[in-house]
């Protein structure tokens, strides 16, 4: 037990452990007043109808719960773990009446169009993008808005910290705020002395 403690309070000082959990929650509400795209926050706040929430481990594939449009707020949390990294999204939502999109309330991303990505991941025109987002180490803040009037396609979303773009999910964003390689070199050593110091113990009992 003993060990067990220690172990994880080594991993925890390296990173390995990562009290940070990230979080996907998506909102959706139908829509009861018009839609400014100057400001879809604003915008947002304006619609009287009930706002229902979930969470999601991943959330490709996701639809709206009002059925045939509405209005839908994504809001995800994250660790950055590394000044060096780079932060980019890539988000596809079934958005007629087009999308912003903010990280820690700083509007970094909109599109107007009439978008619709079809399940092509490579159809950026029909997405909202942000790109090489340094951000500082510690806890940070996704939000995305957007409106449709007609449809309810599956949303598409994927993220990078600065090599390839994988799926917008909570193991996902986990896994990027582990820097794993560095972290395992500084803790290799200690983890031997923790062995090496219970075997001993052990020989002697």
Known sequence: MKISFSLLAILSLAGIVNANAASIDFSDRVI??????????ASWNAQTSAISSRS????NGALLNTGSGGFGLWQ?????????????????????LGGELYIDGNKVGSNTNDMWW??????????????GANLSVGEHTMTLYYAEVCCNGPVGAWFSTGGNY??????????????LPAAVFFVAPALAGVFGFSRRKAAKA
């Open 76 to 96: 995800v949390s994250f660790y950055n773990s590394s000044t060096t990294d780079s932060w980019s999204f890539k988000l596809a939502p079934d958005a007629g």
């Open 32 to 41: 009861t007043n018009s839609v400014d795209n100057t400001n879809y926050q």
């Open 56 to 59: 999601f481990s991943d959330i």
């Open 166 to 179: 994988q799926n917008l999910s909570v193991a996902n964003l986990n896994a990027a705020a582990t820097p």
């Open 118 to 131: 079809g399940g092509n991941s490579t159809n950026t025109s029909q997405m909202i993008i942000s790109t």
